[in-house]
């Protein structure tokens, strides 16, 4: 593949990790925050869960050079004499990022990719550090865009990008030189079912805000948020956006919608959202508790739901 064929994805990169640098925080999402709490929670014990989980999101998900540079850091401390210089883990993280522009093109062609590919057009004279590059641009892949590196043949080593969850949604249908939108849509479904499947506005935009996503400000990765969460995947039934009875003046509240029930396993969200913690679901124990009363299965399986937004009026 030529320089040329990655210029619109990296482009995309270029440009994210230019309004990172530029923002007040120097990643997609800040580190945690001491005061992390959400507003509005029913028990002292949801209230700390729901902490727990804004930590969670806060800590893991970035295209982050902070985190890169605090591993860096280490490996700096680890090598005899210092022998890291700045600038190899600069050009280093920059494979990084290319990697990950990279990999999202072949996702938008719906490609798979070899070692070979991404050596020969990506990490090049850094072959030795493939496989560390490769664990840092799939963490990345899977926290901010919501996609699973998988290597599908381990003699040939092809690999394949897939959505995370088995969503069936890529965020890319209206837009396919956008960036995939999973990852936002996991956060706020994440932020619902820990709320007691029921998360008013405020608390969700407390949460994104978090992540430097503020409504009516441009997102490089998501667009217009706003018009993404209450519209866009409210439309395809990912979302319920409804009113909150009685509410005056009328405020407003998320509910998982038809799309996310049919299609979200609930503990494989929760086992996500306990791995990017460094934990396990049992230190959510609310939660964890309901689903383990919870009869898989119950839910509605296999719906075409392409067939079925195409017939839905809009």
């Not at 729901?50 to 090598?79: D, I, N, Y």
């Not at 190899?88 to 993280?93: D, Y």
């Not at 850094?126 to 998988?150: C, N, P, Q, T, W």
């Not at 503020?214 to 969460?229: A, V």
Request: charged letters at 25%; hydrophobic letters at 30%.
């Amino acid at each position: 593949m030529s320089q040329g064929s990655l210029e619109s994805p990296c482009a995309q990169v270029t440009q994210a990790e230019n309004e990172a640098s530029s923002s007040s925080s120097s990643s997609l999402i800040p580190c945690p925050m001491k005061d992390s709490s959400i507003s509005g929670t029913p028990s002292s014990s949801q209230c700390s869960q729901s902490a727990s989980f804004s930590s969670t999101v806060t800590t893991g998900t970035s295209l982050s050079r902070s985190t890169e540079g605090s591993s860096s850091q280490e490996e700096m401390e680890k090598s005899e004499g210092g022998s890291t210089s700045q600038e190899e883990m600069e050009q280093s993280n920059e494979k990084v990022e290319l990697l990950i522009s990279f990999l999202l093109q072949k996702y938008q062609m719906r490609e798979p990719v070899t070692k070979a590919d991404m050596i020969g057009n990506v990490v090049k004279e850094y072959k030795d550090d493939f496989l560390e590059i490769l664990r840092s641009a799939s963490e990345r892949m899977e926290l901010v865009f919501g996609l699973d590196v998988k290597e599908v043949d381990p003699i040939s080593h092809s690999y394949t990008l897939a959505n995370k969850l088995d969503l069936t949604y890529n965020g890319m249908l209206s837009d396919q030189q956008g960036m995939p939108k999973t990852g936002l849509l996991i956060i706020i479904l994440g932020v619902v079912f820990m709320k007691g499947n029921c998360a008013t506005e405020e608390e969700v935009w407390k949460v994104l805000n978090m992540m430097d996503i503020y409504s009516g400000r441009k997102h490089f990765i998501f667009g217009e948020p706003r018009r993404l969460i209450t519209s866009d995947l409210v439309k395809e039934r990912y979302l319920e956006y409804q009113q909150v009875p009685t509410s005056d003046p009328p405020r407003y509240e998320f509910l998982w919608g038809p799309r996310a029930h049919a299609e979200v396993s609930k503990m494989k969200l929760l086992e996500f959202l306990a791995k990017i913690h460094g934990t396990n679901p049992k230190s959510f124990p609310s939660q964890y508790e309901e689903l383990i009363q919870d009869v898989e299965g119950t839910l509605t399986p296999n719906i075409n739901w392409a067939a079925t937004l195409q017939k839905a009026p809009h």
